[in-house]
Nanobody, 121 residues
Framework: QVQIVESGGGLVQPGGSLRLSCAAS????????MAWYRQASGKQRELVARIAIGGSVNYADSVKGRFTISRDNTNNTVFLQMNSLQPEDTAVYYC???????????????WGRGTQVTVSS
């Protein structure tokens, strides 16, 4: 069984920073892309940042220059460093991993349950 668990959310003032972590654990053969999405109240879920197994990254235009995604392949963990946070960054942040679990026929997406980030004074 595979688990995706996010941590690091919370309440922060505008201009502040937070670091999110997401770990994939369980019977895993290989982890490919890992990504962060977010969903604000009443809006659709949107991609924030993605990082490939080789390290190439892409970001949503709204977070470029403020957010940095990174990963630790040894521990199947992805991070999201968020700086200069603004109220419009308030959302539930979800992690996903495209991975191949042991005893399965190929890779698929696994999602975490999300962590709340609230930016408010």
């Amino acid at each position: 069984q595979v688990q995706i668990v996010e941590s690091g959310g919370g309440l922060v003032q505008p201009g502040g920073s937070l670091r999110l972590s997401c770990a994939a654990s369980g019977k895993i053969y290989e982890v490919y892309d890992m990504a962060w999405y977010r969903q604000a109240s009443g809006k659709q879920r949107e991609l924030v940042a993605r990082i490939a197994i080789g390290g190439s990254v892409n970001y949503a235009d709204s977070v470029k220059g403020r957010f940095t995604i990174s990963r630790d392949n040894t521990n199947n963990t992805v991070f999201l460093q968020m700086n200069s946070l603004q109220p419009e960054d308030t959302a539930v942040y979800y992690c996903n991993a495209d991975l191949w679990a042991l005893y399965t026929t190929g890779d698929r997406l696994y999602w975490g349950r999300g962590t709340q980030v609230t930016v408010s004074s």
